[in-house]
Every structure is written in structure tokens, then in C-alpha cells.
């Protein structure tokens, strides 16, 4: 038996190394992702576009005005004689939010001790203009609070209680998105590797009729299936190296964690996720056809798998669908062990619900797959 | 009496409402060339899917090798060489690494894959091409390596499905050749083909029509039943009356 | 020759039509991404689990602690004791963020005017921990009025912020323009190539070029199909959008079928492309997918904002389609503005097509010579 896999692996292998455009898609996929996506991929909300409408032209307007573009949050994309001419602005996307300072701005600030300002924000990208709301307003309070220093003779005022925040960054003191992205990056490339290819591979052999000829021998069904997996697992593997390379050579990644313990999940994660591509295989007939399936599903996981966006906000229900994302526990464990050094009874039930879904995925294809119809 | 390698009993696949076919009885003798005729979707291929326990019949009995369809399909695969009209050696590989990797699988060892394909190697003259991505190969030539890799582990019996597609007389005429060789050195050939003269080098036939098997005798024999001069004619008499020609 | 060309065109449709699997991605993969970008993926922060390290138990402190509970932002996990308990906690995912409260919080604050919170973010992820933080601080701003609310404070500045186009600032806004383009890049540009470049390497085309058909009719044949189906999928994503998720169509409804229509004939003018410049199958399907998907997703500015890209980017994001079409579907449906205001993005889209189509038309009389 050990036989029949040895040369059923020889001659994967074979084949694989004979074929140049895989080759080359486990190689240049990994860099061109790692390379760019990371680069692309930053959330950080800072250079909103600002428009200001300035009715009042005073030594309080100009102050708070370069209080706003120091603040590093902010450039100043216009100043513009009315409201109606920012809001032409926004909507040829040149700015993102207009500041409108009131007539006698400074005036009635100091004469009926208030005035307000009037900020409208382009939502259409909801967090970026809550942030850039949340920002501009913590501005002006400090704005204010300057005024009131220099309105008030230090006499005058009350002792007023001060809560003092200090915060601290763990882990990414330097708030480095790449540190972020990189390792989902990785998690979301060995899913792709291992799903596609395999299901690509096995349909391939229905498609040219090699798999006839391979029915009709004395191979066993997990003979051909371990014949299969292994070569891909071997390749997952690899892709996954070269990964954590470039990782560590452009970024600087070195992983906080025990790199034995993330070889070994990433391991079974493959058996996981090379499962769904040979289950893929078991329903289609031609190469098109697994390549379509397996994009359907690759999208929808990684979607879902909080690369981009947190699970946690997501609705109970959909929080329940992730659960059933295996790419959603690789992408998460990767994060742990990398950026935050998590040992392995933080990620004993991530692995457990893995190997589930190894477990569950190939029995299935396994029964699906069958030699006779 | 003869060996009896091929055992049918009233075989029947059924696809949905369609059979495919339908109660098929006959007999294969060892070392026999058996021709399965009939025009495309008669159920040729069906019938032969069965036999190779790739197919499970839906009724009705068979042996193959004297075991059972239904049952001991590992062992018949241990005792049948299969060649698909579809290709069925691995492009990207070499003639070599194709002759190793089928005889392998079958548990050869390397001793004997080693002297096994020095033989074969020699038999088609291709000891320059061993090297060769089997792609590069005319079809011709590769359905004759498909052939030899298919029996190159001796097998009791070989199923050719439509072997000999697509190529020129002259190259048809060479495998059958291989085929002669391949049944003196008593290894049963049940092939079909819709190729009248290949008809003609079968020992005996059996020409199927609308699932079912309408004759079966020597081409001699039948030729002199329908009075005709060549099978041809045979086929057309037998296959006029069939409802599901494509 | 109009009956001809509707023969070519049934039969593409057969093809299309007698897939399911095909037919999954083409209907059902829009369908999905409306329904998990509309209802499952949102770039706010919410119910973030937060642990607070109450060492001072006190009246103030447990004023604040019910201040976070009340917030949508937070959900308290535990109260912990010491910052080792952090640590676990962080590295058990199990927590984004936590507050120390110092002890004597209370007596600080009343009788030396001054208090220190501390607040620790797992910044592994620095978007949350930089929303979060500030979540936290505001909401400890609004606490601290609340201690100060018998000192009336003067010369206040009351900033009043408006969310213009989305005021419950929702993230569907932002992801139905971009799901648009992205099912239209995929339904035209993949489906296309592949499909021709099916033809090419089973034959058929050769079979379909001797025919008394010109050329360019076939490949016109080829598109058409495609074309219809993009149209049925932009209707199925505006009812989507309209009805499950309730984001209206504030523009003319004219108007963005027309550009839509444009911009699907712009990504059936790169699918051509890459069929006439490609042979096989497979590489069809790899350049569709890293060559036009990966830009689309990543340079159409509606899941990762461009403007934080790297200058070189930013000038590479200027020659996809889809950002410009993302512009004018988002001007057209969510702002309501007119032909007017995307007549520049119009335009690029018109010399993109003209481009591709006039170097495709060369290179497959090329290959016909």
C-alpha cells in the first residue's frame, strides 16, 4: 500500500514540477499579495479633505482654522465664499467635510458666551466620517479650553476636576498596519493555494479521462485521494514559507509565538481547507466549472473570515455563519501567534473546531468520491 | 470445456427510464478476441463499464475473471487491463514515467518494470521517444503505448473501448497486430469498435442494438446467416430497425 | 445576417444558461455579496468586549463603569485585577481593550481636581484600537461634564455636525456602488474571456471564422449575451439594494442604467482583450482574476481608501474602470446629482473602451492575416 501512494506521489509531483504556470502561481501569487495588499490595505483615517467656509474672518476663525489643519488629521482642500460652493466640493469628492464659521463668530462668542459651528460631513463611508466628526470635535474642545484661558483671569476660575486620559498601544505601539494585514494576508493565501489548486488538479484528470484509467486499477480510493492531498499539503506548506519570509524581509514580521505551534495549525488548517477543494472537485466536471466553485466559496469565506473587517461588529447571525468559516479561525490564530505571542491554551478551541473541520470536510468528499457511479 | 472468463447473465443498467442496457447474456472464452459491435448510444460502453466495475449494474448477473461484479470489483481491477477512447495515459509525463507509474500501481517491482519496458520499449521501437513528453507523440503511437501499458501487467483480460479512433489503416492494421500478440500470449481481448473490418480479425462477435444484443457468432457465421458478402452488411441488416440511432 | 447573428446569440445563451455552476457565480455570487456586505460586514466597531480594572470601587468609578455598559461601543467582559489579567485576556482574544481605574479615583478627582485613567488598547488590530480608544475617551469627556455639571462653563462652542447622504451612517452606502462594479468586472470581464478563449482552444472558433459571418460579428455574438446578463444583474442589485436593504435610488434611474450599460461595454472590451491576447483556458482565467479582480477590489476605493495608498498606487488606481464607475454610481444613487457632475468619469470610461476595442479589432485581424 505504501507502494501504490509512493508512486502516485511521483507522479504528482512530477507533474506538478513539469507544469510551469503552477510554478509560477506559488510563487508570484504569495509576493504580488504580500507586496501590495498591505500597501493598499490601511484603514487608518487620516487626510480628510476639508473645505472651509470662513463668514467671519477673525483672529478666533484663523486660529481655530490652523488649529484644525495642524492637527496632521486634516488637509485643507478650499476655502470657499459660500456653503453652497463646499457642498459643490463634496460632491465631486474633493473634500469630505465643510467647516461653515458662522458671521461674528468671535463676537457673539464673547458677548452671549456661546456660538455654535456648523460642520457637515459626506457619510457615504460611514466611519470615516464619524472618526473625522469624533476628530474635529475633540479639536475645538481643545480650542475652546485655550480661549477660556485666555478670556478668564486664572481667578476666576472655579477649580474644575480634570480627568487626565494616557493610553496605551500594546503590541503595535507604533499603530503599523502592515503588522496587521500581513498575517491575514498569509492565512487568506494558504486558503487560496490549497482550495484552488486541489480542486483544480483532481478535475483536471476527470476532465482529459486520466481518472478512468486510474478507476479501473487496483488503487484504492484513499490511496488516490492521499496520492492527491499530500502533494498539495507539501505546497501549502511551502507557499506558507515563503510567506513568512517575505514577511520577515519586508516587514519585519518575526512571529511573537512559538513557530512550531504555527507550523502545526497551519498543517492541519491545510488538511481543512484541501478537503473543500477535493469535495469542490467530487461535484464538477471541467476545470471551469471547480474554478467558479471554489471562487464562490473563497470569496464568501474570506468576506466573511474578518481580513477586513472585525467579526465581532458583524449581527449574531452572521457571527453564526462565521463560525462556520474555517478561514475565519486560520486568519485569527495567525494574528494571535504572530502579533500577540498566544500560547496554545489560547488557541486549544480554534485547533479543536480545525480539526473538525478537516475531519468533516474529507469524510464527505471521501464518501462523494466514488471510483464506481 | 473452455475456460470461461466473461460471464453474463440477463445485465441491466438502468438510467432512470432509460436502459442502456438490457438484459445481456453471454460468454467470453479465455484467450478469445471478443468484438462488441453496435452504432453509438447501443450501450456498448455501458455494457463495458460494467464488466470493468466502473458502473454498477442495476440487475441481472456477472463474472469477470470469475469474480463477482457486484461484489469483488477490487479483485477484477487486480485482473483487467482498461484503455478508454478518451486518452488515458498522463501527457505531461514521460513514455517511461507512464510505463513506471501504471506498473507500479499494479505492484510490479523495479526489477521487473525495469525489464518489462526494455521489452515493451523494444516491441514498439521506441527507445529514442522513452525520454519524451508522451504529448509530443502522434496519436497513432500513443494509442499503441496506451495498449502496451494496459497490459503490462499481464492482465487475464483487456477491455479496449474504441481503440484504434482517428488513426490512418496502415497504424490500425500495427495494433492489431499487438493485439494478436497479446492474445497468443493468452490474455482475452474483448474490444469494441464500429470499424467493420476489425470486425472481421475478431474470433467472434456480438452486435448490440437499442441496449440489446441482437447476435452474437463468429463474423463467418453470421455472414453466411444474413447472406451477406461482408459485415457491412451484416451491421446495416441488424442496425436498420434501431430506434435511438443519434 | 440579423437572423444569423440571433442564432450565434441563442447559442451563447445556451451555453450560459445549461450550467448551474456557471449559473451560480453569475446570479448568486451577486446576490451573496449584497446580502453579506449589506447585513453581515460593517467597518464600525461594536460591542467591543472591554475589561475595566476597577481598583478604586467607588462611587465615581462605578458612575463610569455604567456609562461604558450603557454604550453601544462596549460590552464589559470582566473586571480584572491586574494588568497580567490583560495580558491573558489579549492573548486569548477574548478582549480589545481595557481601562484602569486607579484606586482613590474618587478622592483625586473631588479634593486634588485631578485623576489619571489609563486605557490599554491590543493594537494588533490598530483600527479598532484607535476607534475604540476614542470611543473611550469621549465617552469619559462626557462623564467628566457630567461631574462638572454644577460649574456651567463659559464661552462654549457648540459644534453642529451633519452626516450628509447617509445619516445613520450605514455601510451599505458605500458597498453597493462597489459590489456593482465588482459583479460587472467578474460577470464581463471573466466570463468573456473564458468563453471565447473556450472556443479558441476547442476549435470552435476556427469553425465559427469560416462560417459566412465577418469577424467582427462573432465576436459581437460573443458579447452580446453578456451584456444582457450584466443588465440583469445590475436590475437584481438595485432591487436588492432598494428593498432588502432599504438604500434608495436618489438620481435618475436613467442615467445610471446608462452608464451602466457603458461601463459594462468598457469591461466586455477587456474581457475581449484578454481573449484575443491569451490561448489557453487557464491563463484567461488567471489574468482575469489577478490581472482585473485584485485591482478592482483593492483600486476601486470602496474597500480600502486609496488616499491612504502609497503615491504610486494611488497614480496606478487612475487606469482601472472600476473606480471611476464606483464614482459615478455613488454620485448617481446616493447624492442624486446629475450628468453634469460625472461627464469627466463618463469620458474615461468612453476612451478606455475605444482603446481596448480598436488594439483587439488590430490584433484579431492580425492573427486572421
Known sequence: MMRTIRYLLQKEFKQIFRDKSILRIILIIPIVQLLLLPLAANYEVKNINLSVVDNDHSVYSNLLISKITASGYFKLQSYDASFKKAMGNIESDRSDLILEIPQNFENNLIRDNEEQLFVAVNAINGVKANLGGAYLNTIVRNFNGDIRLQLITPQKINPMPVIEITNANWYNPFMNYHLFMVPGILAFLVTMIGGFLCALNIVKEKEIGTIEQINVTPIKKYHFILGKLIPFWLIGLVVFSIGMLISYLVYGIVPLGSIAMLYGFVAVYLLAILGFGLLVSTFCQTQQQAMFIAFFFVMIFILMGGLFTSIDSMPPFAKIIAGLNPVSYMIDVMRMIVLKGSGFDDIKFHLLKIIGFAVVLNSWAILNYRKTT | MPDIVIHTNKLTKRFGNFIAADEITFEVEKGEIFGFLGANGAGKTTAMRMLCGLSAPSSGEATVAGFDVYKQTEQIKMNIGYMSQKFSLYEDLTVLENIYFFGGIYGLNKKDLKSKSEVLLNQLGMHHEAKKLVKTLPLGWKQKLAFSVAILHQPKIVFLDEPTGGVDPVTRRQFWDLIYEAAESGITIFVTTHYMDEAEYCNRISIMVDGKIKALDTPANLKKKYGATNMDEVFFELARGAKRAE | ?369
Open chain 3, 1 to 369: 445576417m440579423k437572423k444569423q447573428l440571433f442564432i450565434f446569440i441563442r447559442k451563447e445563451f445556451a451555453h450560459v444558461m445549461r450550467d448551474s455552476k456557471t449559473l451560480l457565480v453569475l446570479f448568486g455570487l451577486p446576490i451573496v455579496q449584497i446580502l453579506i456586505f449589506g447585513f453581515a460586514l460593517t467597518n464600525e466597531v461594536k460591542n467591543a468586549k472591554i475589561m475595566v480594572v476597577d481598583r478604586a470601587h467607588d462611587v465615581y468609578s462605578q458612575q463610569l463603569i455604567r456609562k461604558i455598559e450603557a454604550s453601544r461601543y462596549f460590552e464589559i467582559k470582566t473586571d480584572g485585577i491586574s494588568n497580567s489579567n490583560i495580558e491573558e485576556n489579549f492573548k486569548a482574544g477574548a478582549i480589545k481593550v481595557a481601562l484602569i481605574i486607579p484606586s482613590n479615583f474618587n478622592q483625586n478627582l473631588l479634593h486634588e481636581n485631578a485623576a489619571e485613567l489609563r486605557i490599554v488598547a491590543d493594537a494588533s488590530d490598530p483600527n479598532t484600537a484607535n476607534t475604540l480608544t476614542n470611543y473611550l475617551s469621549s465617552i469619559i469627556m462626557d462623564f467628566q461634564n457630567e461631574v462638572n455639571i454644577h460649574t456651567t462653563l463659559p464661552y462654549k462652542i457648540i459644534p453642529e455636525i451633519r452626516m450628509l447622504y447617509n445619516p445613520q451612517l450605514k455601510g451599505v452606502h458605500n458597498f453597493v456602488p462597489g459590489v456593482m462594479a465588482l459583479v460587472l468586472m467578474l460577470v464581463c470581464v471573466m466570463m468573456t474571456a473564458i468563453s471565447i478563449v473556450k472556443e479558441k482552444e476547442t476549435g470552435t472558433m476556427e469553425i465559427l471564422l469560416v462560417s459566412p459571418f465577418k469577424p467582427i460579428l462573432v465576436l459581437i455574438s460573443k458579447v452580446i449575451p453578456y451584456l444582457i446578463l450584466s443588465l440583469v444583474n445590475v436590475c437584481t442589485i438595485l432591487l436588492l439594494s432598494v428593498f432588502v436593504l432599504n438604500l434608495p435610488v436618489n438620481g435618475s434611474l436613467l442615467l445610471l442604467f446608462a452608464e451602466s450599460t457603458l461601463f459594462i461595454i468598457t469591461c466586455l472590451s477587456i474581457g475581449v482583450f484578454i481573449s484575443v491576447k491569451t490561448d489557453s483556458q487557464q491563463t484567461a482565467m488567471l489574468i482575469s482574476m489577478m490581472g482585473m479582480m485584485l485591482p478592482t477590489i483593492l483600486f476601486s476605493g470602496f474597500m480600502f481608501p486609496i488616499e491612504n495608498m502609497p503615491l504610486p498606487l494611488q497614480i496606478v488606481s487612475n487606469i482601472i474602470p472600476s473606480k471611476w464607475y464606483y464614482v459615478i454610481v455613488k454620485s448617481i444613487m446616493i447624492k442624486g446629482l446629475g450628468f453634469s457632475a460625472i461627464w469627466k468619469e463618463t469620458l474615461i470610461l468612453f476612451f478606455i473602451t475605444i482603446i481596448l476595442t480598436g488594439i483587439s479589432l488590430k490584433s484579431f485581424k492580425i492573427r486572421l492575416a
